[in-house]
């Protein structure tokens, strides 16, 4: 019997901290699962300056993700922030690097959810949901979403979907996560690292 716990991968962009703390409650989500462990990863911001480079080791928080990490992941929780009701480029900028990843099939079949963080209410939340989605469909994973057996989705009036988790940080970043955010993004760390449990089972 293997007793070596599942790791998911929760892996963001977040310029202002408001798509980091949801990274924080997913990960919380996820290691309220026995058996699963959260691992937080970022990307790197892309300079309009191509001479320009980050340091190999970001000023704070989540270290960057590296391919291995999507290798050694039984499920990923990807997060960014919504640019023009899409994700960031520095988010798209590290999937368009995983070719090698999607030839060999190393996520098809893992589960995956989505979430986001606006400076409007109306600032493009779930279609930048949605277009994260693409490159996890393309790599074959499972997305899974947040059922309307959550009652914060009936109740929010800050953010959260049925196709996410998502926050309203306000132009000024300055927005704290609601209570119905908060409860809504633990769920879906949950409901990622209970479906790669039963996944894992069924292999």
Sequence with gaps: MNTTNLTLLVLYYSRHGSTRKLAEFIAQGIE?????DARLRTVPSVSPTTEAS???????????VELSDIKECAGIALGSPTRFGNMASAMKYFWDGTAADWLSGTLSGKP???????????GGQESTLLSMMLPLLHHGMLITGLPYSEAELMTTSTGGSPYGATHWSGLDGKNTISEDSRRLAIALGRRLAETAIKLNASS
Aim: charged share 5%.
């Design 54 to 64: 980050e340091s190999d080791i970001p000023a704070s928080g989540a270290p960057y």
């Design 32 to 36: 309220s699962v026995p058996g699963c």
């Design 112 to 122: 995956a959810c989505v979430f986001t963080s606006t400076g409007s209410l109306h």
